[in-house]
C-alpha cells in the first residue's frame, strides 16, 4: 500500500491519502487462456477498432470527394468537413469507444496502446498478444466495409491509407509518429493512473475525455505529414484493403515510430513521473 500526501485544501495542514497500485501483471499467463473474461475483452476490442476505421476512414473517403475540384469546381476548398473535422472524427471516436469498452477490455483500441501497457506490465504478453491480433483484425474489417460501401471512390480516394506526404522525408515522419504516439500513450496513463483515482474521484469517469483529445490534437499537428497513424492497427488496416506500393513502402514507419514512441511513454511515467527507478533503488538500498 503506497500513500500519497497533499496539502488540504484551506489549511496549512497535510492529509494522508492511500491508494493502490494493482499487483503487476505476470508475463505469461496460461490461465487466462481458459477465462471467458479474456476472449470477451478480445472480441470488444475487433468491434470497437472496426467501428473506428469504418467512421474515420469514411469521414477521409468523404472530405476528399467533397472537395474534389472535378466534383465541386466552385468550391472544393471549402466543402467537407475539411481536416479539422477529420481529427474530430479520429478523437471524437476514440472517445466514445474508449468509454464503451473500457470496462471490458480496458479500451485500447491501439496495438501502441496494448505495447505500452505490457511494457509497463498492467497487461500479460497472452493478453497483450490476443488484442493485437484483434485490433488488426478489426481495423481490416472496418475499411472493408468503407469500400464495401463506397466502391466507386474507395481507391479513387486514396483508401484512408497512410502514407508519408511529398516533401518530408522518411526520418520526419518517423519523427511524428513517435512524438505522437508518445503524446497518445503519456495522456493514456495519466488518465488511468491509480494514484490519481484516489486523489480525484471524477478521473475514471472522464479518462476517456482526455484521451479523445489527445488523439484529436495529434491530428492536427500531423496529417500533413503523414496522415497520422499513431495507431499500427488503423494504418495497417488500411493497406491491406488499399494494398497499393506507396502504403506498404511507407508501413514500416507506422508500426516502429508508434512502438517506440509507446515505449518511451511507458518508461517516462513509470520511472520518472512515478518514480519507479527511484522506488526499486530504494527498495534493494533497504535490503542490502
Same mark, same amino acid.
Given at each position: 500500500?503506497?500513500?500519497?500526501?497533499?496539502?488540504?485544501?484551506?489549511?496549512?495542514?497535510?492529509?494522508?491519502?492511500?491508494?493502490?497500485?494493482?499487483?503487476?501483471?505476470?508475463?505469461?499467463?496460461?490461465?487466462?487462456?481458459?477465462?471467458?473474461?479474456?476472449? %470477451?475483452?478480445?472480441?470488444?476490442?475487433?468491434?470497437?477498432?472496426?467501428?473506428?476505421? +469504418?467512421?474515420?476512414?469514411?469521414?477521409?473517403? @468523404? +472530405?476528399?470527394?467533397?472537395?474534389?475540384?472535378?466534383?465541386?469546381?466552385?468550391?472544393?476548398? !471549402?466543402?467537407?468537413?475539411?481536416?479539422?473535422? =477529420?481529427?474530430?472524427?479520429?478523437?471524437?471516436? =476514440?472517445? *466514445?469507444?474508449?468509454? !464503451?469498452?473500457?470496462?471490458?477490455?480496458?479500451?485500447?483500441?491501439?496495438?501502441?496502446?496494448?505495447?505500452?501497457?505490457?511494457?509497463?506490465?498492467?497487461?500479460?504478453? *497472452?493478453?497483450?498478444?490476443?488484442?493485437?491480433?484483434?485490433? !488488426?483484425?478489426?481495423?481490416? !474489417?472496418?475499411?472493408?466495409?468503407?469500400?464495401?460501401?463506397?466502391?466507386?471512390?474507395?481507391? %479513387?480516394?486514396?483508401?484512408?491509407?497512410?502514407?508519408?506526404?511529398?516533401?518530408?522525408?522518411?526520418?520526419?515522419?518517423?519523427?511524428?509518429?513517435?512524438?505522437?504516439?508518445?503524446?497518445?500513450?503519456?495522456?493514456?496513463?495519466?488518465?488511468?493512473?491509480?494514484?490519481?483515482?484516489? %486523489?480525484?474521484?471524477?478521473?475514471?469517469?472522464?479518462?476517456?475525455?482526455?484521451?479523445?483529445?489527445?488523439?484529436?490534437?495529434?491530428?492536427?499537428?500531423?496529417?500533413?505529414?503523414?496522415?497520422?497513424?499513431?495507431?499500427?492497427?488503423?494504418?495497417?488496416?488500411?493497406?491491406?484493403?488499399?494494398?497499393?506500393?506507396?502504403?506498404?513502402?511507407?508501413?514500416?514507419?507506422?508500426?516502429?515510430?508508434?512502438? *517506440? @514512441?509507446?515505449? =518511451?511513454?511507458?518508461? +517516462?511515467?513509470? +520511472?520518472?513521473?512515478?518514480?519507479?527507478?527511484?522506488?526499486?533503488? @530504494?527498495?534493494? %538500498?533497504?535490503?542490502?
Amino acid at each position: 500500500m503506497a500513500k500519497d500526501v497533499e496539502a488540504a485544501a484551506g489549511h496549512g495542514e497535510y492529509a494522508v491519502k492511500d491508494y493502490t497500485d494493482p499487483p503487476p501483471a505476470p508475463l505469461i499467463d496460461w490461465e487466462e487462456l481458459t477465462k471467458w473474461s479474456l476472449y %470477451r475483452a478480445a472480441i470488444a476490442e475487433f468491434i470497437a477498432t472496426m467501428l473506428f476505421l +469504418y467512421v474515420t476512414v469514411a469521414t477521409v473517403i @468523404g +472530405y476528399k470527394h467533397q472537395s474534389d475540384p472535378d466534383v465541386n469546381p466552385t468550391d472544393a476548398a !471549402c466543402s467537407g468537413v475539411g481536416i479539422l473535422g =477529420i481529427a474530430w472524427a479520429f478523437g471524437g471516436m =476514440i472517445f *466514445i469507444l474508449v468509454y !464503451c469498452t473500457a470496462g471490458i477490455s480496458g479500451g485500447h483500441i491501439n496495438p501502441a496502446v496494448t505495447f505500452g501497457l505490457f511494457l509497463a506490465r498492467k497487461v500479460s504478453l *497472452i493478453r497483450a498478444l490476443l488484442y493485437m491480433i484483434a485490433q !488488426c483484425l478489426g481495423a481490416i !474489417c472496418g475499411v472493408g466495409l468503407v469500400k464495401g460501401f463506397q466502391k466507386a471512390f474507395f481507391v %479513387r480516394y486514396g483508401g484512408g491509407a497512410n502514407e508519408l506526404s511529398d516533401g518530408y522525408s522518411k526520418g520526419t515522419g518517423l519523427a511524428a509518429e513517435i512524438i505522437g504516439t508518445f503524446v497518445l500513450v503519456y495522456t493514456v496513463f495519466s488518465a488511468t493512473d491509480p494514484k490519481r483515482s484516489a %486523489r480525484d474521484s471524477h478521473v475514471p469517469v472522464l479518462a476517456p475525455l482526455p484521451i479523445g483529445f489527445a488523439v484529436f490534437m495529434v491530428h492536427l499537428a500531423t496529417i500533413p505529414i503523414t496522415g497520422t497513424g499513431i495507431n499500427p492497427a488503423r494504418s495497417f488496416g488500411a493497406a491491406v484493403i488499399y494494398n497499393k506500393d506507396k502504403a506498404w513502402d511507407d508501413q514500416w514507419i507506422f508500426w516502429v515510430g508508434p512502438l *517506440i @514512441g509507446a515505449a =518511451i511513454a511507458a518508461a +517516462y511515467h513509470q +520511472y520518472i513521473l512515478r518514480a519507479g527507478a527511484v522506488k526499486a533503488l @530504494g527498495s534493494f %538500498r533497504s535490503n542490502a
